[in-house]
């Protein structure tokens, strides 16, 4: 581990590549990537986010910039005979405009996407919930990357053959360019159920009974296993996967590369397995190098039998120009090559074509998801609760007038607002999903206003709602809250679970002077708190309840502030949580079925909700936001 060794560089500006309108990165006191025999880049959870975030700083750099920085990363590497991997552990779908505005989606994103030369690559969850999704990774991205696609528990349905097969094949074995180290790799997904029935998730559990597996496992010719995974770092999937191969292989190194959490995390498993987790949203690029490795002799020096001590290290790059000027010791005119300025271009072209620029208004102030406490002005879902809900809903037109309760689950919003412009983009990003809201009718007030306590404490309808539909409390709130759940921690590590993901805050808008700490990720991971490569101040994080709700057409306060009682109303909520609601007035003795509901508002969107509030209350007419 390298102590802070700290450089203080000058303040550049760098508005030469980045997407048009990218805020420059403030410049701030870096940590040095500790470069070895084998160095390992990630990204994972990019959701769609590869033209970099426009209203954030520390997170400007795009997928252009990247192929930049990757290129000189590998000719360093190849001077002086280390090697490079780039590594990508899917979910690179849903969750931004440059990916969700067109028709069919990811029209864009698979060719700016296929410009990076990634070495070892597999799918997340998301690119699985359609069938549509699915098939663009058998048909475009799969060949995109013919040879370094693992997908080691996954098959699809090929409509040619009418046959499952798997998506692609289940491992690989090379040797490192310069150093000659032979790898294993495969590619997971954990056990996600949710995936449209064209394809199939294999369990861990099962897959490593299977007899290719078990073969493979056994090579003797191995220098290092590299087991890449849309699977969190602390699983119970890795850590089956840890314990079968350490069960025929005591000694050989194993390396995990883990995404789904959308934190940025680090692990060892014991003195010869680690594992490194890369954040979410191109907000990250991992870096982990491995120092130590045995080798096959095939870069003209004998085969270097294995050290005793392996040596693992971890950097969490802010995903910035900064950050990536200053480790590949460039500046802005040596850095962008010219493939990378093409991707550049290329994105600015599609955000172009897509509009996603067009302004739907000006937000009066920042809006937050953890990082204000709830209630507060400066939360997201007061504003939601408060303004946006009850006058939005309000308008339908098939119960106008109705009072109704509006019960909307937290993990809904995705994204912080941030003051200033709201755009086309901003609605994919605070809320990325098509559903819509439906309702039941005319509910006693007495068991409709009892449900939303339900649905916020653990009790017999969660159990419920577990035992019989598979839903877990955790499911309700946003995925950075969420997954501190116990399942996601180490069960001796009470600290760990102390602090959950308490300490992996996302970044906001930088309002910091030069060279003080900007607020951003303090992450504290099991190599303690030295692995974010930029040194920033902390930033708070508030956790939100599972569910909010809103009064919508109630009759007017009294005169000490009390709302007046209806006899009944209607019970609207978003779809997502309907198996939730209905078991809850199940509970409080009112019994319906997804029979007795309907789509509220002719099914209109969340994501269209938010836009005609924000079109209507902090529309400009045009102008440019102040
Ligand atoms: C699915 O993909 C096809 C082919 O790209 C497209 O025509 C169709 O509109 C897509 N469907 C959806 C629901 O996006
Ligand atoms: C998936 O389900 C649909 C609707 O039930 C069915 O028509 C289709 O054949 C199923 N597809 C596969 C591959 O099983
Ligand atoms: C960038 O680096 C090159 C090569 O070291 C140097 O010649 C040039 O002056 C630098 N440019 C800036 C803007 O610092
Ligand atoms: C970049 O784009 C230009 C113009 O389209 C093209 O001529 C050139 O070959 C591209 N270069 C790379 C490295 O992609």
Redesign the pocket.
Known sequence: MIGPALLLLALVPCAFTAQPGAPSPVAAPLRELQWAQLNLLQTTDTHGWHGGHLQEPSFSADWGDYVSFAKHMRDRADADGSDLLLIDTGDRVEGNGLYDAS???GLYTFDIFKEQDIDVICSGNHELY???SS??EFHITVPNFKGNYLASNLDIYNPETEEFEPLAPRFKKFTTKNQGIRILAFGFLYDFAGNANNTIVRTIKDTVKEDWFQEAIRDRDVDLFLIIGHVPVRSPEYTLLYKTIRAVQWDVPIAFIGGHTHIRDYTTYDRKAAALESGRYMETIGFMSIDGLSTDGSNGIAPMPAKKGITFARRYIDNNLFSMYHHSRKNESTFPTEHGRNVSALIASSRKSLDLDKLHGCAPRDLWVNRAPYPSDASIFTWLEESVLPQQLSASTEREGRPALAITNTGAMRFDIFKGAFTKDSTFLVCPFTSGFRYVKDVPYEAASKVLNLLNHQGPIMQEAEEKHGLRSWMLVPPEQGFARPEFMPANNEERRVRGAGQQIPLAGTRGEKLELIPGYTTRDDAGDDGDDTLHSKIAFYNVPNCIQAPVNFPSRTADGVLQEPESVDLIYNEFVQAWVLTALKYLGEEYSSDDTEAYMKGKTFTDVITDWVSENWGTDGEDCP
């Open positions: 028709e069919p989606k359609k069938q549509n098939e663009n």
